[in-house]
């Protein structure tokens, strides 16, 4: 139960509310709003796919990829199978951890990365992966992040991450720092929580994309009406 008191004072509200749930709440329908102007601006709500793909393959590191994964399954209605690319290696180090496409994965089936970090080896090693298979890729993370950069140059498109606010304890998503490192760079193993709200700004594009894809009615105006839902 929700102690009203506490919104007029920030400071016992950040104490009591250290993972940001409350302010991530308020703030969800202001990301779907921004991750669908962002979609728009990367050019995949004006894509126009030539049928759909055989099968789509998730990956990224964080419980918000599952959901996602979880969640673009079940809204398509099973119209193509979703599957999520479980990671090898310690969870607790996402920079040590790798992913790998099924022995069949080819030039009829689409890559989805989801990242707020972007700087993954593992990440860039498995669209270098899909690139030589001949995949399509569509990587959302920070822009000019290394997965970004390497979407780009192997003629896949990367879709800017909504800018997340820093976790309760002042790490920002996208680097342990300030921001994504501009090449790849070994990895010092580390504990990455999630940002409060980040499953709207991982969902929401991954939306735009299914409704591109004839999968469910996701345009612009049901978009909309969800955003305003969750004000």
Not at 24 to 41: D, P
Not at 139 to 166: D, W, Y
């Amino acid at each position: 139960m929700l102690d009203e008191s506490l919104i007029d004072a920030p400071e016992a509200l950040a104490r009591a509310d250290t993972d940001g749930l409350l302010r991530g709440t308020a703030e969800a329908g202001a990301h779907v709003r921004t991750s669908m102007r962002l979609a728009a601006e990367s050019g995949l709500s004006a894509l126009r796919p030539d049928g759909r793909p055989r099968a789509v393959f998730v990956a990224g590191p964080g419980p918000a990829t599952a959901c996602a994964a979880d969640l673009l399954g079940a809204l398509g209605n099973d119209a193509l199978p979703v599957t999520r690319l479980r990671p090898t290696g310690a969870l607790a180090a996402p920079g040590a951890l790798r992913w790998a496409l099924p022995g069949w994965a080819g030039s009829l089936d689409l890559l989805l990365v989801t990242t707020t970090d972007g700087t993954e080896p593992g990440l860039t090693a498995l669209i270098e992966q899909a690139y030589r298979r001949g995949c399509t890729v569509v990587t959302l993370c920070p822009q000019g992040a290394p997965a970004a950069e390497l979407t780009g140059e192997t003629h896949g498109l990367a879709v800017p991450l909504v800018p997340l606010p820093p976790t309760a304890d002042g790490a920002v998503p996208g680097s342990p720092d300030s921001g994504p490192v501009p090449h790849p760079a070994p990895v010092e193993p580390r504990t990455v929580r999630a940002a409060p709200g980040l499953l709207w700004p991982l969902l929401t594009p991954l939306l735009v994309l299914a409704d591109r894809l004839g999968l469910l009615d996701a345009g612009e105006s049901a978009l909309g009406a969800l955003a305003d839902r969750l004000d």
